[in-house]
């Protein structure tokens, strides 16, 4: 077995067993919202899709808190671009990816961390041992570490500390939001629209409708030649171009139209100025939902219900179970939301 993954596993298990160590706190309950002034959201990771699904938290924190200022603890990574239209975010302490590797850089983010009293820390996601350590040792007077049951049986990760956060704040004193739980939402600036929105009009030159496709994920070539010639003969008169996301590969051969960005934003505000994104389950199909576009998410290992874009007009798609005939009909109604097919 590759040594890697045997350290992975034990270093897994070890903090699995110390998960069960990590316990909410609550302190003496505030009078009102307005006593949490400072929050800290705890997500120790870099990938893209983890970080874009903690947006609907940020947003729930913004209307039950107002008047706070929020940090996020995660591992170095976009989180500042991600949050930079955020006014209510404070600042992002990333640790590094590797803290063996880079010692004194890890030292220096832990006693920065470690520096700041909070009013509330929380662990945004449940499954995160190392969200549940840090949350523990942060200097808080409320800590939320997820270790609370919910009545609604949510599975989306995004959703899913919402729902349970809201029950733990009455305990504190807090009187939590009942709205239904907000989107991914990046808050794409005008400037940005504008500019992304020029970016695709210089490749396609027209009008017409416009499917955006990401293929580096999942799936083999083959599976994503198909999908490009099905969906070219089922919408002849419509653009398909592709992103792609700084892995400058194509898996259709580069046969449509493609636009290049490793920047998250500008690859958000491209795909923003599209009607249609399809993409395999991963960081930039979240990047797509984030942007607001009607989002077609192929699911074929990972879980739909955890992990499904839920912007207006977005669904998910098990491939094992949809034929691409199938989808070619998914993707109409997603084309053309108000189309009468009765007839």
Known sequence: MDPKKIIITIKRKAFGLLSGCFTNKIGETVSNNDEI??????????????LLLLSPLVQELESTFPNSEIDMLVNQS???????????????IAFPRNPFKNP?????????????????????????????????????????????GTDKKERHIAKQVIYSLREFLPGIG??????????????????????????????????????????????????????????QKAFPDVNIIEILFKENSSKIGFRAPVLYSNDVRELAAMIANTDVFIG??????????????????LFSVTDAEKYKPYNEGSVAVNTNEVELDELMAVVKNTLYPNLDTSA
């Open 78 to 92: 976009c989180a500042s671009q991600l949050y930079q239209n955020y006014e209510n975010i404070n600042q992002v």
């Open 280 to 297: 395999a389950d991963s960081g930039v199909m979240q990047m797509a939902s984030s942007s607001l576009t009607p989002t077609i998410g």
């Open 104 to 148: 004194i850089q890890s030292i220096r983010t832990f006693v920065r961390f470690r520096s700041k009293k909070y009013d509330l820390t929380i662990n945004a996601a449940k499954e995160s041992c190392s969200g549940k350590l840090f949350t523990s040792i942060s200097k808080a007077s409320f800590k939320f570490v997820g270790d609370r």
């Open 174 to 231: 807090v009187k939590p939001n009942d709205a239904m739980p907000s989107i991914l939402d990046l808050r794409l600036a005008n400037d940005e629209l504008i500019h992304g929105g020029s970016l695709v009009y210089d490749i396609v030159q027209n009008a017409q409708p416009t499917i955006c496709l990401y293929t580096h994920k999942s799936y083999r070539k083959t599976w994503w030649l198909d999908l490009y010639e099905h969906l």
């Open 37 to 50: 002034k400072n929050i800290l959201i705890c997500r120790p990771n870099h990938r893209l899709g983890n």
